[in-house]
């Protein structure tokens, strides 16, 4: 079960810079730390986030372990076209999550 | 020739003494005159999101950038999950809607039981007895998920703590924790809350410790925690031995400071530093 929360308006005018933002639970385990048993901790975090329009990529981020759990990704984008808006997060131990929002362009 | 110096230094310390004296009697008259008789002072009780900066303030309040409502919606999705032999979930007894008003009255003492409990201690008496399914472990993910879901029904209304006339004397139990000096650094939660709310320690401000919006994300945990779990920091904190997750006093101390924060504004869930 992924848990995902998508801040992305649901309309806008052709042109438009609108503000996306994107929250997912997540550990972002770094890899680095020891357990309560003294061994390290396997890394567990998110390598990579794109974002698509249309299928269209428009954004990308590439994570590391100094980023914080449940990150937060903020970005802008120009309104294109009517569509969906797809936000992939894929990383450590096959994680893997996806949701995708309507967007209406006139 | 110093003879002629004395009156005049008597002269200023006897003025200087007048004009203190004078001053000092304004002082004490002047709360009695400006406010007018049978008026409301302000309430001097702030809650911690008043002592927070302003961007920490818009996360809490923005849904949308609120990393507890993560937690939030993990407890919706929890909600309708049935668990336990009976395979009943949540949804199963109660309704989303009834669960408004219900976190600002706990602690309380439930019905056919003697001893005080927490919501987190509501949602798995619910489940031992209603789902016969196993207790859910204290700070949790699922516990504390289902814990601020049901909190998020709450936000906005003022914290009205229970009249069951039982819970005198846990609040008194409570209220004497509060006090109760311990620890190799020999602190009460009132030397920091009470005597200090307002200064600083380590650079950050000293909250009055009322507890309006738990459960809370802390950034410096990177997870949703208890007020428990935040009790606990303050007692490892001023170097006393934590008690265990399960343990009464905590409770007290919940009820204690509910109480003492009756009728100010539920927030949960928070966010704090």
């Not at chain 2, 001023?238 to 008690?243: F, K, Q, S």
């Not at chain 2, 007290?252 to 100010?264: F, H, I, P, S, V």
């Amino acid at each position: 079960m992924t848990n995902v929360l998508i801040n992305a308006p649901k309309a806008a005018r052709k042109g438009e810079v609108i503000e996306l933002k994107a929250l997912i639970l997540h550990p972002m385990e770094t890899g680095f730390r020891p357990g309560t048993n003294g061994t390290i901790i396997p890394r567990n975090i998110i390598e990579r986030f794109v974002a698509t329009w249309n299928g269209v990529e428009i954004f990308s981020m590439a994570f590391s372990p100094a980023i914080s759990a449940n990150p937060f990704v903020s970005f802008f984008a120009v309104a294109s076209e009517s569509g969906r808006i797809t936000f992939r997060w894929t990383g450590d131990e096959g994680f893997s999550a996806e949701e995708s929002v309507a967007i209406e362009v006139a | 020739m110093r003879l002629p110096d004395r009156p005049a230094r008597w002269a200023v310390g006897a003025l200087l003494a007048g004009v203190f004296a004078v001053s000092f009697a304004l002082a004490q008259l002047l709360p009695h005159a400006v406010t007018p008789a049978g008026a409301q002072a302000p309430d001097p009780r702030r809650s911690g999101t008043q002592d927070m900066g302003e961007a920490l303030q818009r996360m809490q309040a923005d849904d949308a950038a609120n990393p507890a409502m993560l937690f939030v919606q993990l407890g919706e999705q929890l909600w309708s999950r049935p668990a336990g032999t009976t395979g009943k979930a949540c949804d199963g007894c109660h309704t989303v809607a009834d669960m408004k008003g219900v976190a600002v009255r706990y602690p309380a003492i439930p019905r056919g039981g003697d001893a005080p409990i927490d919501l987190e201690g509501r949602i798995n008496r619910c489940r031992t007895e209603h789902q016969q399914a196993p207790a859910l472990a204290p700070e949790s993910r699922d516990l504390l998920a289902l814990e601020a879901f049901v909190a998020r029904q709450s936000r906005g209304l003022p914290i009205a703590p229970p009249d069951d006339p039982r819970l005198a004397a846990v609040r008194e139990e409570g209220a004497a924790l509060y006090r109760l000096r311990q620890g190799q650094l020999n602190l009460s939660c009132a030397i920091c809350h009470d005597d200090n709310a307002g200064q600083k320690l380590a650079g950050v401000v000293i909250p009055q410790a009322h507890p309006t919006a738990y459960p809370i994300y802390r950034l410096e945990w990177q997870a949703l925690g208890s007020l428990k779990r935040r009790l606990r920091n303050c007692l490892v904190g001023i170097r006393a031995e934590a008690w265990p997750l399960d343990a009464a006093p905590y409770v007290a101390l919940e009820a204690y400071l509910m109480d003492r924060a009756r009728g100010m504004r539920y927030e949960a869930p928070g966010v704090r530093p």
